[in-house]
């Protein structure tokens, strides 16, 4: 079964810092990957995803990631944050014959700071 | 319209209670899942349906049961609750097993 691993269980950043949250997922094949936040109290929502094809993916509120293969990592980045990105950030990953399912990272708790 | 909706949000029962937590979608998506979110906010794939057919069942006790009675719907059922079964359970579907996943707004389990 793959595995997810998150880097960073807690950042903490100032207003128009620049994010990066690791991730690096362990699995040979083909991937399907994900990035969702958790605003609190909320549920899941999708950020951006990678099928397939150009491998930096743009998604919402001006994040985006960049899949390297070779390292088996997808990042996430966003160039300025603001304090409404203070979240959970998962990272996740579906592969194989999907048997397992996504499975997802332990998460990195973003607090941005006015 | 919720795309995924389950009910109830929140459910506060005492310990050795039986209780269901019931979901649906109405986008059309072949695979329902059920998670579970602890307080460190670990997400821990329990069930998933396909067509109806269990095709993932982590090392969850076997006092959780998923029922579904059609590709819209899969509940969950839970026999005597332990304190440590407390936590967000989160509903979700996708088409295909490992495509994006649509997240219901949880339900929150809090046993006493």
């Known amino acids: 079964a793959q595995s997810v691993s998150q880097h960073n269980h807690h950042v903490i950043l100032s207003e128009a810092a620049s994010l990066e949250l690791g991730c690096n997922y362990s699995?040979?094949?083909?991937?399907?990957l994900f990035w969702y936040v958790q605003y609190p109290g909320q549920h899941l929502q999708l950020l951006l995803k990678y099928f397939s094809g150009d491998p930096l993916v743009k998604g919402i509120k001006g994040f985006e990631a960049e899949f390297i293969k070779s390292k088996f990592s997808f990042n996430l980045r966003k160039p300025s944050v603001q304090w409404s990105d203070t979240a959970e950030y998962f990272c996740?990953?579906?592969?194989?014959?999907?048997?397992?399912?996504?499975?997802f990272g332990k998460g990195t708790h973003l607090i941005i700071q006015p | 319209d919720t795309a995924v909706s389950q009910t109830p949000k929140y459910l506060v029962t005492q310990m050795g209670n039986d209780k269901s937590i019931k979901c649906e979608q109405n986008?059309?998506?072949?695979?329902m899942y059920w998670y579970k979110q602890d307080s460190k906010k670990f997400l821990k794939i329990m069930f998933s349906?396909?067509?109806?057919?269990?095709?993932i069942n982590e090392t969850v006790p076997n006092r959780f049961s998923p029922k579904s009675p059609d590709k819209a719907h899969l509940n969950l059922h839970i026999n005597s609750l332990e304190l440590g079964d407390s936590a967000v359970y989160f509903c979700?579907?996708?088409?295909?097993?490992?495509?994006?996943?649509?997240f219901g707004e949880g339900s929150r389990l809090t046993v006493l």
């Open positions: 979700a579907s996708s088409q295909g097993p490992i495509g994006e996943l649509f």
């Open positions: 699995y040979g094949g083909t991937v399907n």
């Open positions: 996740a990953v579906g592969a194989g014959g999907g048997a397992d399912g996504l499975t």
């Open positions: 986008l059309g998506h072949d695979t």
């Open positions: 349906y396909n067509n109806k057919e269990l095709i």
